[in-house]
Structures are given as structure tokens and as C-alpha cells.
């Protein structure tokens, strides 16, 4: 009615949001069937208004989810398009379903429903991936591999120990997807355009209706925060982070330097023209993806970083880094999954490598300091036991025990017990602490890991 002219078509297309924010037209029509019924309960509507508005949006519900009926395309955004939707079904009436309520409640409402749903689906999803961490890793209690630091051979470790690791990364994610669906759940619906109304309407019984934890307690803040959107995508970059450390360790450990992994055809390609090449493009694109879902978490820390309260257009904006990276979790998990459970880990590659890695040094060091010599020295007479190695082009593994006792009385005294603990096996074992790499502790960590599971 305020306006003389219709929105010049350019404009048009910039203002649209219908083309994303169709998808939320589930939520759209459940946060529309709770208000209405409000409004027919607390004599806002006549029952039997609120009552036919119900009917509607129920039937149409259906016909969405069918097929039978689709979105008008020239709608400026879902909230809209239900709307016209439902009046061409039931009529004038259709417009008194937007008594005491505003777009502004009605978006937020709507990302929250979905976002919300979205939480359980991914928390699922990463579950899964645990699940099989945990069947992978009950393989490889005994696989010995070179553990590393600055990306050098540190001290040898075990298989299941370093994809353990990833376990609880997923964990924590997990932890943290369930403490921001908290304040996910939690109802706008009722602030209106921004200062609430005047209307007597029920929020409580809206957000009951909606499975809402709560009721927002102040209406700007209401329709104007997306912070939880943000933690949402916190969320979403902190555990694109992990999948993508796990990618790069597999794409090295695929390459033929290291050989340690065998990746299963089904999650690599060829290449166009070399007929030799098997790619590990899953593990590349979980890589690459994590990128543009730091964006998506950018963007919306941006977008929002300069809004003067309450409703203002930019937050549009906000529904697309949303699902990009709702989608991206979504491919990237299962994919990422699929890789870890058809991997063959070359075992004996693994143990080789470690061969002639200097990693039981500190042992041998340890083992002197047990004996009675202060660390410091130790690591003195061990450095030259290294170096005397390096001349003679021998792992310390390969050292006999004449040699050896030349280094120090206390070698001489039982040389073969300081030759015993330079074997991987001992030096794994030998580091039973909790949480350490011993196979018996790694099974420890791995019933613990997996009551986690199963409690969650
Ligand atoms: N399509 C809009 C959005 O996504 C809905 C809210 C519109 N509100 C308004 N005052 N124009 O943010």
C-alpha cells in the first residue's frame, strides 16, 4: 500500500533470498503452525480461525513434501512464499496469520529449527566416523610406526595410539556441537518486528509447541543475534580443522616415500593423462573444504561485526555460509570415513621405517638414568653412542654389545639389558604411562574411548 511504483527488477533479484532460503520451508511451516495455534489459544484468532490456518499450513506440508505443489518462484523469500501459498488454499484468512508476529522473529526462528536438527544429524555423522576410529584402531594395538614431532622421527610409537588421537578431536567437537545446540534452542518467536506487541500472545507456549528450551528474554536481542549461528560455525571450522590434519596425514602417508597406506579404490581417482596415478582426492578435498568453511565462519563474524541493533537486511546474509557449511560437514564426514574404514595400513612398511631412526635414544638415555647416572650425563654418553653410529652407518638397534660397553661402566656392566631396550618393542612398551603409547595403555585409552561412545 506505501508504495507507488513496483521494485525496479534488478533490485528485485539483490533483495530475493527465496533461491537459499527455500530450504527452510519445513521450519517455516512449523514455527506457522505454532504461532497459530497460540493465537487460537489465547483468543487472538477465533478457534476456528486458528483452526483452519493449521489445516492449511498441514496440508500443505504435505504437498511441499510431495512434490505435488512447489515454492513460487517469483516469492521474495519462504516466509512469503508459504504465505502466498497458504492463501491461495484457504483464502483472505491466510493473513491474519501474521498477527503479532514480524519476518524478523519468523527468520530466526526458522535457522534456529534448522540448525538445531542439523546438530543432531552431524553429531550423528561424527559418531559414526568415531565408531569406526575405534574398529580401525582395535586392529593396531601392536603396529608400530615412527612417531613424529617437526614432522622428524621423535620416539616410535603405536597405530592405534595416533588414530586415537583423532577420537577425541572428534570428541571435543562433538562436546561442542551439543553445548551450542543449548543456546540454539532457545525461541525468538514473539519479539516481533523488534519491540514485541501488543497483542496478549503466549511465548511460552510457542516455544513448548516448538520444542524450545526457552524463551528469549529480550526482543531486540531476540531477532538481532546470530551469535549462535557464529559458535554453530565455530563449531563447523574447528572440526574441518581436525578432518583436514587427518587428510594431509594420510595424503602423506600414501605417497610412495612414506608407503605406510594403501587407499581403497572407491576413494581415489585416476588421472587424465597419466595411466600410473591413483589420487587421494578425498582426503585433498577435505583439505581443500576447509577453507571455505573458515570463510563461511568469516563471513559471518563480518557480516555482523557492524550492526547497530535490531533487524537489519545484511543479516539476509546469513543463511548461505549457514548451509555451505552444513552441506560441506555433511560430504566431508561420511567421506572422510568411508576413506579411514577401506584404508589398508602397509604394517610392515610402518615398522620399517622406523629402522635405524635413532627414536629409542632417550631410552637408552632413560636406561642410564636408571642406573643411577644423572639425565644430563646420560644423554652426554648417549649422544656419543648416536654419533659413533652415524660414523659406522648403523641403526642403534644394530649395535652389539662389545661396542656399547665402551661407552660407559655402566654399559659394561650388563650390556645386553641396554641393548634390550633399544628395540622399538621395548621402547613402545616401556611407555605405559596413562595416555601413553604402550599398547597396554593405548587399550586403556581405547575401552575408555569407547564407553565414551557409547554413553554419547
Ligand atoms: N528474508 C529475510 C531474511 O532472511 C527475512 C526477514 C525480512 N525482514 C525484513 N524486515 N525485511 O533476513
Redesign the pocket.
Known amino acids: 500500500g506505501r508504495f507507488d511504483a513496483p521494485t525496479d527488477a534488478l533490485i528485485e533479484r539483490l533483495n530475493n533470498?527465496l533461491v537459499f532460503?527455500g530450504r527452510l520451508w519445513r521450519q517455516d511451516i512449523a514455527g506457522s503452525v505454532a504461532h497459530a495455534t497460540m493465537l487460537g489459544k489465547t483468543g487472538i484468532l477465533t478457534p476456528d480461525e486458528a483452526a483452519q490456518i493449521v489445516a492449511g499450513l498441514e496440508a500443505l506440508r504435505g504437498d511441499l513434501a510431495q512434490g505435488v505443489v512447489i515454492l513460487p518462484p517469483d516469492a521474495?523469500?519462504?516466509?512469503?512464499a508459504i504465505e502466498v501459498l497458504l492463501k491461495e488454499r484457504i483464502g483472505a484468512i491466510a493473513g491474519k496469520l501474521h498477527t503479532a508476529r514480524?519476518?524478523?522473529d519468523?527468520?530466526?526462528t526458522d535457522i534456529r529449527l534448522y540448525l538445531r536438527d542439523e546438530c543432531d544429524n552431524l553429531n550423528t555423522k561424527i559418531a559414526v566416523f568415531q565408531g569406526t576410529i575405534l574398529e580401525v584402531s582395535a586392529q593396531h594395538f601392536d603396529t608400530i610406526l615412527p612417531g613424529c614431532t617437526h614432522l622428524q622421527h621423535a620416539q616410535p610409537i603405536v597405530l592405534a595410539h595416533h588414530l586415537l588421537a583423532y577420537y577425541w578431536m572428534l570428541e571435543r567437537d562433538r562436546e561442542r556441537l551439543n553445548d551450542t545446540r543449548k543456546r540454539i534452542n532457545r525461541s525468538p518467536l514473539g519479539a516481533g518486528?523488534l519491540a514485541g506487541t501488543g497483542f496478549p500472545i503466549d511465548r511460552g507456549m510457542t516455544a513448548e509447541l516448538l520444542g524450545f528450551e526457552s524463551v528469549l528474554p529480550n526482543s531486540l536481542d531476540a531477532v538481532s543475534d546470530r551469535d549462535f549461528a557464529i559458535e554453530f560455525l565455530s563449531f563447523a571450522a574447528i572440526t574441518m580443522m581436525h578432518l583436514s590434519r587427518l587428510a594431509e596425514e594420510i595424503i602423506l602417508w600414501n605417497s610412495p616415500e612414506y608407503g605406510f597406506v594403501l587407499l581403497d579404490d572407491g576413494v581415489t581417482t585416476g588421472s587424465s593423462i597419466m595411466p600410473q596415478k591413483k589420487n587421494p582426492d578425498v582426503a585433498e578435498l577435505a583439505r581443500g573444504k576447509t577453507g571455505r568453511v573458515y570463510g563461511d565462519l568469516m563471513s559471518l563474524l563480518t557480516l555482523m561485526k557492524g550492526l547497530p541493533l535490531a533487524?537489519n537486511?545484511d543479516?539476509?546474509?546469513?543463511?548461505e555460509p549457514l548451509f555451505d557449511a552444513v552441506d560441506t560437514l555433511h560430504l566431508v564426514v561420511p567421506a572422510m570415513q568411508k576413506t579411514l574404514a577401506t584404508a589398508q595400513f602397509r604394517t610392515e612398511r610402518m615398522k620399517r621405517a622406523t629402522a635405524g631412526d635413532f627414536s629409542t635414544a632417550t631410552d637408552l638415555a632413560d636406561y642410564l638414568a636408571g642406573q643411577g647416572l644423572p639425565f644430563r650425563e646420560a644423554h652426554e654418553i648417549v649422544g656419543r653412542v648416536v654419533r659413533y653410529c652415524i660414523e659406522k652407518k648403523i641403526g642403534l638397534e644394530q649395535l652389539d654389545s662389545d661396542s656399547l660397553a665402551e661407552f660407559s661402566p655402566l654399559l659394561r656392566e650388563n650390556p645386553d639389558a641396554a641393548l634390550a631396550v633399544l628395540t622399538v618393542e621395548a621402547c613402545v612398551a616401556a611407555r605405559n604411562s596413562e595416555g601413553g603409547t604402550a599398547p597396554e595403555s593405548v587399550r586403556a585409552q581405547w575401552i575408555l574411548a569407547n564407553e565414551t561412545l557409547k554413553r554419547s
Not at 521474495?76 to 512469503?80: F, I, R
Request: proline letters at 0%; glycine letters at 0%; a negative charge.
Open positions: 533470498s532460503d521474495e523469500d519462504v516466509h512469503t514480524s519476518r524478523n519468523q527468520v530466526c518486528a533487524y537486511k543479516m539476509q546474509e546469513d543463511k
